[in-house]
């Protein structure tokens, strides 16, 4: 029962981090048709800032704000600079265009900070542990659940019941449309990396007090994770991407915690094998988006 319980706890929050970084992927392509495998390198960016403001001797809360925000800047710089050129491309161009993006921004952190992981250390508090009914309960993982579910909160709330956010859902319905009723594309599609940005922000947050570390491919296999996720759920459905990330969280540690250890190191291939079956059965994801179009 002990062992229940605290592989829920680690599972809900790891399936957290990918629901938000899955969310983040699912935004910008249900706007702009672009899945942004830099995302992953935006989240990266966000756990530097951390690193980089505690090592000018700032509070661990001020560097957590920092990352959140480095996360977000380098979002709507990449939006301005790389993608907005782009944007109408056909969605291989775009896909080629973030590969580069990402690498890219791999090499630069590999020659201006390091290629080896650099070391993040929180206050001991942050990583101690507490029961609940004979379980040993981390402080992290509980605190990631609450992060989680709480931005996950707002950024519902944004997406149904601010202007922005309805004008973003608009957009993710037909673009095209929303430009014919004078509506400001550049400032929507903005907006929608921003979010974008905050949610790898906040799941860098979340990566690096677990980690403890942070290199320049610390945000690669959680978005590779995280757009499994988005397809699993349904591409361009935002809520899909939601049910996607916790359900690959799910079965990542369940199958971490329980498979015998003959079968320990095909774990990624047993998970990976769940999701083609379910895609099998629902082609369009588990909880498509209205407008999707598969191809």
Same mark, same amino acid.
């Given at each position: 029962?002990?062992?229940? #319980?605290?592989?829920?706890?680690?599972?809900?929050?790891? =399936? &957290?981090? %990918?629901?938000? /970084?899955?969310?983040?992927?699912?935004?910008?392509?249900?706007?702009?048709?672009? #899945?942004?495998?830099?995302?992953?390198?935006?989240? *990266?960016?966000?756990? %530097?800032? #951390?690193?980089?403001?505690?090592?000018? &001797?700032?509070?661990?809360?001020? $560097?957590?704000?920092?990352?959140?925000?480095?996360?977000?800047?380098?979002? /709507? *710089?990449?939006?301005? +600079?790389?993608? !907005?050129?782009? !944007?109408? $491309?056909?969605?291989?161009?775009?896909?080629? *265009?973030?590969?580069?993006?990402?690498?890219?921004?791999?090499?630069?952190?590999?020659?201006?900070? @390091?290629?080896?992981?650099?070391?993040?250390?929180?206050?001991?508090?942050?990583?101690?542990? %507490?029961?609940?009914?004979?379980?040993?309960? =981390?402080?992290?993982? *509980?605190?990631?659940?609450?992060?989680?579910?709480?931005?996950?909160?707002?950024?519902?709330?944004?997406?149904?019941?601010?202007? +922005?956010?309805?004008?973003?859902?608009?957009?993710?319905?037909?673009?095209?449309?929303?430009?014919?009723? &004078?509506?400001?594309?550049?400032?929507?599609?903005?907006?929608?990396?921003?979010?974008?940005?905050?949610?790898?922000?906040?799941?860098?947050?979340?990566?690096?007090?677990? !980690?403890?570390?942070?290199?320049?491919?610390?945000?690669?296999?959680?978005?590779?994770?995280?757009? #499994?996720?988005?397809?699993?759920?349904?591409?361009? @459905?935002?809520? &899909?991407?939601?049910?996607?990330?916790?359900?690959?969280?799910?079965?990542?540690?369940?199958?971490?915690?329980?498979?015998?250890?003959?079968? @320990?190191? %095909?774990?990624?291939?047993?998970?990976?094998?769940?999701?083609?079956?379910?895609?099998?059965? !629902?082609?369009?994801?588990?909880?498509?988006?209205?407008?999707?179009?598969?191809?």
């Amino acid at each position: 029962m002990d062992l229940i #319980i605290q592989q829920s706890i680690n599972a809900i929050s790891l =399936g &957290g981090v %990918y629901a938000m /970084l899955a969310l983040g992927l699912a935004i910008v392509f249900s706007i702009v048709g672009l #899945i942004n495998f830099a995302h992953g390198d935006i989240m *990266t960016f966000g756990g %530097y800032g #951390i690193f980089l403001s505690l090592a000018f &001797g700032m509070s661990p809360v001020a $560097a957590l704000a920092i990352g959140i925000g480095a996360a977000v800047v380098m979002a /709507l *710089t990449l939006e301005r +600079t790389a993608f !907005r050129a782009m !944007r109408g $491309a056909d969605v291989v161009t775009l896909l080629i *265009t973030s590969f580069a993006v990402s690498e890219i921004l791999k090499v630069l952190f590999q020659n201006t900070i @390091s290629a080896r992981p650099v070391p993040i250390s929180f206050p001991a508090a942050w990583s101690g542990t %507490y029961e609940i009914g004979g379980a040993t309960i =981390g402080v992290v993982p *509980t605190v990631s659940i609450i992060v989680a579910f709480v931005s996950l909160l707002g950024l519902t709330l944004i997406l149904r019941r601010t202007a +922005t956010g309805m004008a973003m859902r608009a957009a993710a319905e037909d673009l095209e449309m929303l430009k014919l009723l &004078g509506v400001r594309a550049n400032r929507v599609v903005a907006m929608a990396f921003a979010l974008s940005g905050l949610l790898a922000g906040i799941a860098a947050v979340i990566w690096t007090a677990q !980690r403890g570390s942070v290199d320049p491919m610390m945000g690669f296999f959680p978005v590779l994770k995280a757009f #499994i996720a988005t397809v699993l759920g349904g591409l361009g @459905s935002l809520g &899909g991407a939601v049910l996607g990330g916790f359900v690959i969280g799910i079965l990542e540690v369940l199958t971490q915690a329980f498979l015998p250890d003959g079968l @320990s190191p %095909y774990r990624d291939a047993i998970v990976l094998a769940l999701v083609i079956a379910a895609l099998l059965w !629902r082609p369009d994801g588990l909880l498509p988006a209205q407008n999707a179009n598969r191809s």
